[in-house]
């Protein structure tokens, strides 16, 4: 039968968690080094032990937030005032990402200049 080994995760290292809650990835890289324990590892052993952490937020190559081709498709056709049906915009979550990106600021800054000349016309 497997010996069963003791964890790095002493109570004073969980003790240490608990108290610093809730955690980010930077606060268990500052916890690891004071016990000498990977930064992965404490973010995982404080998630085992169901402690408050705050999950980094997602970011793309270019830093940007990360947004899915079909949020890019809905924000348009929201932007244009399109009510389409599922499978039409279906068909435009095909296109290529950075078409998507180009096509919701052009009407984005369709409707800001929209915006703008009714705030001029009615001063």
């Excluded at 169901?50 to 949020?71: H, L």
């Amino acid at each position: 039968m497997a010996e069963k080994t003791e964890s790095k995760y002493t109570a004073e290292v969980v003790a240490e968690m608990v108290k610093r809650a809730p955690l980010t990835f930077d606060i268990c890289g500052e916890i690891g080094e004071k016990f000498d324990l990977p930064q992965r590892g404490v973010a995982a052993s404080a998630k085992r032990h169901k402690i408050a952490y705050i999950n980094k937020a997602r970011v793309s190559k270019t830093g940007n937030p990360v947004v899915s081709k079909a949020d890019l498709v809905s924000m348009i056709s929201e932007n244009l005032g399109l009510d389409l049906s599922a499978s039409v915009l279906e068909g435009g979550v095909k296109a290529t990402k950075e078409f998507l990106e180009a096509l919701a600021v052009a009407t984005f800054d369709l409707l800001a200049s929209e915006v703008d000349d009714e705030t001029e016309t009615a001063e």
